[in-house]
């Protein structure tokens, strides 16, 4: 089974850029979320989806944050514009099937790790 | 608001040592809890996924064991080797969420 694909792996941009990383969960997977780890922290969740539309958007900041979920399946997740304080590891994970009672499993990408200078 | 605490920080064991990780939470209503390995510079992998009405997973070296009504979750390695350096996140799933602690940092020396 293939795991969930991001890309690209690395990034480095200027202040002010804008970015954007793509992620294709596992097949059939119904929630996709996208989480900031900045280093030495855990995860922090941005925006997560149940196949097209948006569950939890309340920690993206939305000023420059955007991401969206076509067809339920692949996502994109952009900054504009971009900031020193961005610079983090923004992964991608997928599950069956939402959080709460019978919630699955999280599978995790290997991260798009972002560099702003 | 749900928040995760995972203790120590960081750990230093000679190989075949067993050891134990600590992680805890404030809201006991979760209905899963999930261990995470995370290689430097990679993405996390699970471990283990105990459901809310389970005490225990077990898989190979490692045991997890939840005790949802103290908050409490703990990780055992058994026998550890270098390979099992890295850091460990424990997750909580809520609701609609995933909250994570901000690791154990192992480190087993040859």
């Known amino acids: 089974e293939a795991g969930v694909a991001q890309s690209p792996r690395y990034k480095i941009i200027e202040k002010r850029q804008s970015v954007a990383f793509w992620c294709n969960p596992i097949?059939?997977?119904?929630?996709l979320y996208w989480y900031q780890q900045i280093l030495g922290q855990g995860p922090k969740l941005l925006i997560q989806f149940q196949n097209n539309g948006v569950v939890d958007d309340s920690q993206l900041p939305k000023d420059r944050f955007s991401a969206e979920r076509l067809k339920g399946v692949d996502s994109t997740l952009k900054i504009q514009p971009a900031k020193l304080e961005d610079s983090a590891v923004y992964l991608c994970?997928?599950?069956?099937?939402?959080?709460?009672?019978?919630?699955?499993?999280?599978?995790f990408g290997q991260g798009t790790r972002l560099t702003v200078v | 608001k749900q928040e995760v605490t995972q203790i120590p920080a960081a750990l230093s064991v000679p190989e075949g040592e067993n050891l134990v990780l600590n992680c805890s939470f404030t809201d006991s209503a979760i209905y899963n809890l999930q261990w995470f390995r995370q290689d430097p510079g990679k993405g996390l992998t699970s471990l283990l996924l105990i459901q809310s009405s389970q005490r225990e997973q077990t898989s190979g070296r490692l045991n997890a064991s939840l005790d949802k009504s103290s908050g409490r979750s703990t990780l055992y390695i058994a026998a550890s080797q270098p390979g099992d350096s890295a850091t460990y996140l424990c997750?909580?799933?809520?609701?609609?969420?995933?909250?994570f602690g901000t690791g154990t940092r192992l480190t087993v020396i040859p």
């Open positions: 994970a997928s599950s069956l099937n939402l959080g709460g009672q019978g919630s699955t499993e999280a599978f």
């Open positions: 097949s059939g997977h119904a929630t």
């Open positions: 997750a909580v799933c809520g609701a609609n969420n995933l909250f």
